[in-house]
C-alpha cells in the first residue's frame, strides 16, 4: 500500500479557454478566425454548466480543483472591467468550497484579451501593470475565498510556443523578443506575488500560498557523450529551473507548481546554440514504446527525478497537471498509477510533495490540435455535451478518497 501524506490536495485543473466556449473577447479567438484553425466554440459550455461538473468532481472525492480566470472576460475592454464577469468567478469558487473542495486559481493561462494583444502583448512593457491592475480588481472580491494563487501558466512554454516556434499567437519567431516577453512574464509575476501577498496583509488575513506552475521535462541525454549531457543539463537549468530560481531569488515563491507529462531525449546533431537547445533523438531504433495520442513518450520515472531535483528549494511542491491524451481508458489508468507511484517514491526520498492535479477533468480544447486529445477523467460528447465519467475517474476517484494506493493494482 502506497500511502500519501495527510491533507494531500487531490484532483484535477482545467483552464477558463478550454472549456468555458464563448471567450469572443480573447486573442484566441480571433486567432482561430484568422487562421482557419479548429474553433474553440462553446468548448465545455463549463461558463453555465460549472456546477454540474464541480457535482461529478465532488462524487470522484476530490478535495481540490485547479482553474483559471479569463482576462478577456474581466477585462473585455482597457479599464473597463465586468463586475458581472467577477461575480460569476465569485459564484464558481463559492460552489467549488460548497462542494468542500479546496480552488487553486491561475490568473494568466495561455490567452490574452484581443485589446491586449493588439497594444503589443506581453512584449509591450505596459503590459506588467496592466497585469497587476486586473489582479488588483480581481483581488478585491476573491482574497476572502482564495488560499492557492498561481499567476502564470507555464510561462516557458508561452514564449516557446508564441516567440521561439511561431506556433501559438501571436506567431513570433525571434530569441530576442522571446526573452523580452519572458523578461516581462517574470516581472509580472514578481509584482503580482508582491501585490497579492500586501493585500493579505492588509485585511489581516491568513497568508496565501503563491506560485506559477512551471512546466518540466525529464532531460535525457540520449546517447550520454559530453555534447549531450551539457545540453541536457543546459536545457533543466533554463527551461525547468530558470524562473524558479529567479522567483525564489527574489522571495516571491511559497510552493513549486509543476505540469509534468513526459521526457525529452536529448540528441545534439551539431555544436550550435539552436542545436544545443533544440535537437531531439530522432533515430528510428529508439522509438519509445508507448505514447499518447500525441506521440508524447509515456515516462513516469522522470517524474520522480524532476522532483528529486527541486529538494534545494526546500519549498512545498504540487503537481498543477499531470496526464494523458488517449482514447484507450485502460492506458489513462496505468499512466495515473504510475506517475502516483513515481511521487511516492519521490516524498519516501525527501521531496515535499503536498499535490496532485490531473489534467484534466474533462476533455476540452487542447489549442492548436483542437478538440481531437482527450485528456479528461470525464468525457465530453461536444454535439450533445454529455458528460461520461471514465473508469481512470472512478479508478483515481478511491486514491482521493483513501490518500492510498493499492501496491498490486
Ligand atoms: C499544458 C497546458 C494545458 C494543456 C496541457 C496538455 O502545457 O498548461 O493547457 O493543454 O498542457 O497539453
Not at 500500500?1 to 487531490?10: I, R, T, Y
Not at 535537437?279 to 520522480?304: F, M
Request: glycine fraction near 8%; aromatic fraction near 14%.
Amino acid at each position: 500500500m502506497f500511502k500519501f501524506p495527510g491533507n494531500f490536495l487531490w484532483g484535477a485543473a482545467t483552464s477558463a479557454y478550454q472549456v468555458e466556449g464563448g471567450n469572443t473577447r480573447a486573442d484566441w479567438w480571433q486567432w482561430e478566425k484568422e487562421t482557419g484553425k479548429e474553433p474553440s466554440g462553446d468548448a465545455c459550455r463549463h461558463y453555465g454548466l460549472y456546477e454540474q461538473d464541480f457535482d461529478l468532481a465532488k462524487g470522484l472525492h476530490h478535495n481540490a480543483h485547479r482553474l483559471s480566470l479569463e482576462w478577456s472576460r474581466l477585462e473585455p475592454e482597457e479599464g473597463q472591467f465586468s463586475e458581472e464577469a467577477l461575480e460569476h468567478y465569485l459564484n464558481v469558487i463559492l460552489a467549488l468550497r460548497a462542494r468542500g473542495i479546496e480552488p487553486l486559481v491561475t490568473l494568466h493561462h495561455f490567452t490574452n484579451p484581443a485589446w491586449l494583444a493588439k497594444k503589443g502583448g506581453w512584449e509591450n512593457p505596459g503590459t506588467v501593470k496592466l497585469f497587476l491592475k486586473y489582479t488588483a480588481f480581481i483581488l478585491k472580491k476573491l482574497a476572502p475565498q482564495v488560499r492557492y494563487w498561481i499567476t502564470i501558466n507555464e510561462p516557458t512554454v508561452y514564449v516557446y510556443e508564441s516567440y521561439i516556434m511561431g506556433l501559438w499567437p501571436p506567431q513570433i519567431k525571434s530569441l530576442w523578443r522571446a526573452r523580452t516577453v519572458e523578461n516581462h512574464l517574470a516581472a509580472a509575476h514578481i509584482k503580482a506575488y508582491r501585490l497579492i501577498h500586501e493585500t493579505y496583509w492588509r485585511k489581516k488575513m491568513q497568508l496565501p500560498s503563491v506560485s506559477i506552475a512551471q512546466h518540466m521535462q525529464d532531460f535525457v541525454p540520449c546517447v550520454p557523450d559530453f555534447r549531450n549531457k551539457l545540453a541536457a543539463s543546459l536545457r533543466h537549468r533554463w527551461f525547468n529551473l530558470g524562473l524558479i530560481s529567479k522567483f525564489r531569488r527574489h522571495k516571491a515563491l511559497d510552493f513549486i507548481g509543476v505540469n509534468y507529462y513526459s521526457r525529452q531525449r536529448v540528441e545534439v546533431q551539431k555544436w550550435g546554440l539552436r542545436n544545443l537547445f533544440m535537437d531531439i533523438c530522432v533515430k528510428a531504433e529508439h522509438r519509445v514504446p508507448e505514447t499518447n495520442s500525441s506521440g508524447w513518450e509515456v515516462y513516469p520515472e522522470g517524474l520522480c527525478r524532476v522532483l528529486l531535483k527541486l529538494k534545494g528549494y526546500h519549498l512545498p511542491i504540487v503537481i498543477t497537471e499531470n496526464g494523458i491524451c488517449t482514447p484507450d481508458d485502460a492506458l489513462r489508468w496505468r499512466y495515473i498509477e504510475a506517475h502516483l507511484r513515481s511521487i511516492h517514491r519521490a516524498i519516501r526520498e525527501g521531496a515535499p510533495v503536498t499535490g496532485y492535479l490531473y489534467w484534466s477533468l474533462m476533455d476540452n480544447f487542447e489549442w492548436h490540435d483542437g478538440f481531437g486529445p482527450r485528456f479528461g477523467l470525464i468525457g465530453i460528447d461536444y454535439p450533445t455535451q454529455q458528460r461520461t465519467v471514465r473508469e481512470s475517474a472512478v479508478q483515481f476517484g478511491k486514491v482521493c478518497k483513501t490518500g492510498a494506493l493499492e501496491q498490486d493494482l
